[in-house]
């Protein structure tokens, strides 16, 4: 059946090549002692020749009656020849329910060692391991078994096995109670031998690496450019599969959350005529004839909506900044979920769906997310995410009162410096016990020039920013709705009326009071997993520095 | 209440200024002829000066006792000056069960109409609309109902009203049974009174307009760059309500359908250092001190994605195409449904799970979306969308003889051209009745270098295109995951090896075999709702013209 399944089964990986050595004649006359290290050399080389020798014609021989030779090899690239009815069972589905049958699985080879008559290998599924193991018997040659032990890492096989439950817990895989006793085993795709990095490297808690090194073992761990230099490889490992699954479900509980909430998913451009958010730190388009921007923000775009009766509308998109800065939590291009929302009467209306919105988000994490939250934990340890219901929301004068309390001195309408941002969150997470909260009411000189005064006090405005664990992940405010205000504000701030006519046009033909705001995806994920660089929530992360891969 | 509630009702609505007539004496002299005039005329004037005299008179005297004064006027900008537990009712709730209540109601004019002691409104809100009526009476004064009648169309207004059921339907609203008696009125947001296109004509289906206009009627449609300068009244028509929420659908039902299938959402990075599908039809960035391109699809990173053990995947986000084409059907940025998804052993894994998710979407649309479809065939009457379970798969072949047994002469290995696909499309549907089918197998000369060859026939390859309403709107292929027929692909295809070297290197360390396919958003909302021109489902659409708003 075999045989019909892979027609052409073409090459069987290399056995060791015979190297030839030539010239030994030429070898003689000079010192005694050269010869006599010559002849042992000789002798040496002579008895090694044999036996290799020995090894090749033992090869060629059981080669040639190798009764297990259909049951191991290399497939022919899969060029979807024939179709196929084989079940494939995932390695996570390898449970002790399974004990005695016969399956196929597909998975790579995650470790592979070598032990006398057997071999045993640790197969690896995104965030699953089995141990599989092939002993010269019945249903394994010894080429096969020699055939298993020389696949290289990373190479992605098909095996027919026996899962057989194990006596003792196999704490080295994600399947522990079973193992599998191989019958077949083809490769489907090859690794090059030589990996740029190492799985079990890339997984190591990076104290330990550091630690152990330092103690002059040496046991490594992998850097940052090492990693995003060979994405592909650094995202096989269990912690960044676990990431990024998880960071799929963010977008998801915002969305799902959102339309339950009756919001409208729209559509924003990203190439643009004038800069969203001024004219600073935008990226330059050549457009045709012509030249144009990325977009810093989907801003004006979800406010234009409003004014076109689409009342609550959420957006989820890449956004610009052209910033020169290298820090930890800073990307060129990162992804927006942004939200913008017509109220009746007050923009806390607006806080609190945005708010309720995050602590969906937080508990579809907590409750759906577990293996994943753990898994990365595993490599970076955190203290589990705490929030609040309903949000803590204080006013950016407590935030300012509690920082001064503390030691720190600024002034009232000084804006928050990232040190004094992180030593807030951890004031309010001693006082509130809390790793989430809102900061209401910022100075208006700090906001963006559509951004809605505060009625009471000028020196205010009706704008918030959303903390986890210290560090800012939405910033956002009630928006000016009307074009007089909008006007006064954009020449109060210095801004080109003309380039900004569209916009302002926007708020002539009748607007809802609105407010809104955008959260950096990236910085969720980072904040609520507890992760230290920004670059590890992004797959193809872009800096200054960064364009590739 | 109302005084609470609005406390610094600001202004009222001017009425008429009485304009100054001066320098008369003046004017004496001069022939018999021009002096009867001019006593015609001041005899005239002095009339008018009086009647006006009079006018303001009356309306000081009735300002003063104007037993209605709180119950209108124009509202101070929401600012947020308070919060308000006042419910609102929405326009599309307004039905017989509400008859008798008093409420709340927050919405546009759509139009007024004076009438005697009367004022006929009609209140819209986002695809609903609903007549309300103001008559000189206990609860409304004269200057209270002359108030409502001057308001401009497209100002926002919250109204307390009684709802009265009607005897007859009212035709013109969608919520026909009832009217609102209004006992209040206010003017949360004025429009200006001129506005650049007016909503009725902005529905009005195109035969329509142009064929009374034709009759000397001159009943007017809006143009298309009229539509898309003022976007932002054009969003507000019933149509363009309905079309959006339908795409909002699209995006959610896509999502759904794949998550549920154990995809996982990626994000990947737009700005990158070479160009994806090739040097043609790319935008140039520019990036700090060196310069970028914008992604003209995800494949490299979705692909990238797949070698990282993601497995199935998709995106959704903007793709950029620097083509230099004004067509009814081709964006130079438009929205990218893309997925990809390793298989076992044959690509038409993928293509059945990708004709599933499609067949999923027009389930959805069809039942959840039938009063948007149903308004916007208003406007553009269309068939309603057919399709088959399983869905049709034809070889390019079969349509390729299909045309020709139609007349068309074309080449084996030729692509289709535009009007051929469109043929192509209506054989297809007169043939097995469907507006939805699979073509597979394509040339192998006409597709991207990453394309997997067919193994059977060296002409072909395993790609397909998949139609709607004769219209591409996916392409997609079995992608080469061998590096080395790889890199034999892209040099065969004259591509700069070094520049997609980080792509190829994607697949030295074991790569699945894998397919999928883009596509394009706004090109299956146009045909599954029978439109004809791709700009009216991008709410900012973008071509080599446009780039605003």
């Known amino acids: 059946m075999v045989g019909m399944l892979f027609p052409h089964l073409s090459e069987k990986l290399p056995g060791r090549k015979l190297k030839k050595r030539a010239g030994e004649e030429e070898q003689q006359a000079q010192s005694k002692k050269a010869l006599?290290?010559?002849?042992?050399?000789?002798?040496?080389?002579?008895?090694?020749?044999?036996?290799?020798?020995?090894?090749?014609?033992?090869?060629?021989?059981?080669?040639?009656?190798?009764?297990?030779k259909d049951r191991y090899g290399i497939?022919?690239?899969?060029?979807?020849?024939?179709?196929?009815?084989?079940?494939?069972?995932?390695?996570q589905d390898l449970t002790p329910e399974k004990a005695e049958q016969q399956i196929w699985v597909r998975a790579r080879i995650h470790t592979s060692r070598a032990k006398g008559k057997q071999c045993f290998l640790v197969l690896r599924h995104q965030q699953s391991t089995v141990q599989a193991l092939l002993a010269v018997g019945d249903r394994a040659s010894k080429q096969m078994v020699k055939f298993a032990a020389n696949l290289t890492k990373e190479s992605i096989i098909d095996v027919e096995a026996v899962v057989k439950k194990v006596e003792q817990k196999i704490e080295s895989c994600s399947q522990q109670d079973v193992e599998l006793h191989v019958e077949r085993i083809f490769v489907i795709s090859q690794?090059?031998?030589?990996?740029?990095?190492?799985?079990?490297?890339a997984v190591r808690p990076e104290g330990e690496g550091d630690?152990?090194?330092?103690?002059?073992?040496?046991?490594?761990?992998?850097?940052?450019?090492?990693?995003?230099?060979?994405?592909?490889?650094?995202?096989?490992?269990?912690t960044s599969q676990a990431i990024f699954r998880l960071q799929s479900g963010v977008c998801q509980l915002f969305r799902d959350t959102l339309i339950n909430k009756g919001f409208v998913e729209?559509?924003?451009p990203k190439i643009i005529s004038a800069a969203s958010e001024g004219g600073a730190n935008v990226f330059t388009v050549s457009y045709f004839k012509t030249s144009a921007y990325l977009a810093q923000s989907p801003q004006l775009y979800k406010q234009m909506c409003i004014c076109a009766d689409f009342d609550k509308v959420f957006c989820v998109g890449p956004v610009f900044r052209a910033e020169d800065s290298n820090t930890h939590r800073h990307l060129t291009e990162f992804v927006g979920l942004d939200i913008e929302m017509a109220f009746n009467y007050h923009y806390h209306e607006v806080i609190d769906s945005i708010t309720d919105t995050m602590v969906q988000i937080f508990k579809g994490l907590r409750d759906r997310f577990q293996t994943e939250i753990q898994t990365v934990n595993k490599q970076y340890p955190s203290e589990p995410f705490k929030f609040l219901e309903p949000t803590l929301r204080l006013e950016y004068k407590e935030g300012v009162a509690m920082l001064r309390a503390a030691g720190v001195e600024m002034g009232d309408e000084e804006d928050l410096s990232t040190p004094n941002e992180?030593?807030?969150?951890?004031?309010?997470?001693?006082?509130?016990?809390?790793?989430f909260y809102v900061l209401d009411k910022y100075p208006l000189a700090v906001r963006p020039f559509y951004t809605?005064?505060?009625?009471?006090?000028?020196?205010?405005?009706?704008?918030y920013d959303m903390f986890m664990r210290g560090e800012e992940i939405l910033s956002g405010a009630q928006r000016v709705h009307d074009a007089q205000l909008l006007t006064e504000r954009a020449m109060h701030h210095g801004i080109d009326l003309e380039k900004i006519k569209a916009?302002?046009?926007?708020?002539?033909?009748?607007?809802?009071?609105?407010?809104g705001g955008g959260i950096g995806l990236e910085r969720v994920t980072m904040l609520y997993l507890g992760l230290h660089n920004v670059r590890q929530t992004s797959m193809f992360p872009r800096d200054p520095k960064r364009l590739t891969p």
């Open 266 to 268: 729209i559509q924003t």
């Open 191 to 201: 690794s090059e031998a030589r990996l740029p990095l190492q799985l079990e490297d």
């Open 422 to 435: 992180k030593l807030l969150g951890r004031l309010v997470k001693e006082k509130y016990d809390t790793d």
């Open 36 to 68: 006599k290290k010559q002849q042992k050399e000789a002798e040496k080389a002579a008895k090694k020749a044999e036996k290799q020798a020995k090894l090749a014609a033992e090869q060629q021989e059981t080669d040639e009656d190798d009764f297990a």
């Open 75 to 91: 497939c022919p690239m899969v060029q979807s020849q024939q179709k196929l009815d084989r079940v494939l069972v995932r390695v």
């Open 452 to 463: 809605m005064p505060d009625p009471n006090n000028p020196k205010y405005s009706n704008s």
């Open 503 to 515: 916009y302002i046009d926007s708020f002539r033909y009748g607007a809802p009071p609105h407010a």
């Open 211 to 238: 630690e152990v090194r330092n103690g002059g073992e040496g046991r490594a761990t992998v850097n940052q450019d090492t990693r995003l230099d060979n994405r592909v490889i650094d995202l096989r490992t269990t």
